[in-house]
């Protein structure tokens, strides 16, 4: 099936620096979706883009759909300690009746 | 404002045992996922449902059931609980591209 690739796997920063995480994948998708899920918590949506090449913002979230439809990168400026937890990118295509693919995860750790 | 909502936070099973872990979605969306969530390995899709009474293999069906009767409602069945179920479980559901999930369910199986 299809697979993403999302690196990297962990980052350990220092609070106020820019964090930046892609994913890539073999296949074409529609929409690319970044979700974040807290300690203990189930995964929440941030930011879903709708066409290649869109470059979309969410507070100090930045987000885009790559010319390809495939790849995405999302960009967090200014870390904060609340930053931490797992991002996840997922593609969706339109005929998948709403069945995503999810990459891995990366694991933010923000030290104060 | 959207709710998914799971009958457990932390459930505690013995080997052998059924084990019925339940989602309830306000939202009348179709789509409906079971997930399982281990470190290192990402969310894993069990089953998806996209109607009442449909139901499709996910990545990892081996070990499991499901069960829709109510567009609001799906259930996730481990018939003879192992210990390599011990897991957090995640239920979500999607009118189209965007899920919602629920705050997940941690199982232990001893």
């Known amino acids: 099936g299809q697979q993403l690739n999302q690196s990297p796997q962990s980052m350990f920063i220092q609070e106020g620096e820019d964090v930046s995480m892609n994913c890539t994948s073999s296949?074409?998708?529609?929409?690319w979706l970044w979700y974040k899920q807290d300690p203990g918590e189930g995964p929440v949506l941030l930011i879903a883009?709708?066409?290649?090449?869109e470059l979309t913002s969410n507070g100090r979230l930045t987000a885009q759909f790559g010319i390809t439809r495939k790849d995405s990168f999302l960009n967090i400026s200014a870390s904060i300690p609340s930053d931490v937890g797992i991002y996840f990118c997922a593609g969706h295509f339109n005929t998948n009746a709403g069945k995503s693919t999810f990459g891995d995860g990366t694991t933010l750790t923000v030290k104060p | 404002d959207v709710k998914v909502t799971q009958s457990s936070r932390y459930l505690v099973k013995r080997t052998g045992e059924k084990v019925f872990l339940e989602c309830v979605q306000d939202?009348?969306?179709?789509?409906m996922f079971w997930y399982r969530q281990d470190p290192g390995l990402g969310l894993r899709l069990i089953y998806f449902?996209?109607?009442?009474?449909?139901?499709e293999k996910g990545d990892i069906p081996e070990g499991y059931s499901v069960s829709r009767e109510k567009k609001e409602r799906f259930s996730l069945i481990l018939e003879s609980a192992s210990t390599n179920q011990t897991s957090m479980y995640l239920c979500?559901?999607?009118?189209?591209?965007?899920?919602?999930f629920g705050p997940g369910t941690r199982l232990t199986v001893l």
């Open positions: 979500a559901s999607s009118p189209e591209d965007t899920q919602y």
């Open positions: 883009l709708y066409k290649a090449g």
């Open positions: 449902s996209y109607d009442v009474k449909m139901k």
């Open positions: 296949s074409i998708f529609n929409t």
């Open positions: 939202m009348d969306h179709e789509n």
